[in-house]
């Protein structure tokens, strides 16, 4: 499901809603505002950095798969549809 899901980033009045618009007109496509990942994965490599006393406990391979989680938790229901556009 990670290679269907796409970002689409632009600065201020540079497009990227009228992009997100016109994706979703085609039924096979998913566009969305901006969704709260990328907050969540900040989060989560906040909570797993060297910051916090409790990171030596989790390997780079369990780092990784939590990040992917959020991807596959969060973008589950919408999967259905094919390609997947968020906007950050």
């Given amino acids: 499901m990670l290679n269907k899901i796409h970002f689409i980033s632009g600065l201020p009045r540079s497009g990227s809603t009228l992009l997100s618009a016109i994706l979703r007109q085609n039924p096979r496509f998913h566009a969305g505002m901006t969704s709260p990942v990328g907050g969540l994965v ?17 390997s780079p391979e369990q780092k990784q798969a939590l990040i992917l989680s959020i991807f596959s938790a ?15």
């Fill in 74 to 88: 969060y973008y589950q229901p919408q999967a259905e549809q094919g390609v997947i556009f968020d906007t950050i």
């Fill in 42 to 58: 900040e989060r989560m490599l906040e909570a797993m950095s060297e910051n916090n006393e409790y990171s030596v406990f989790i």
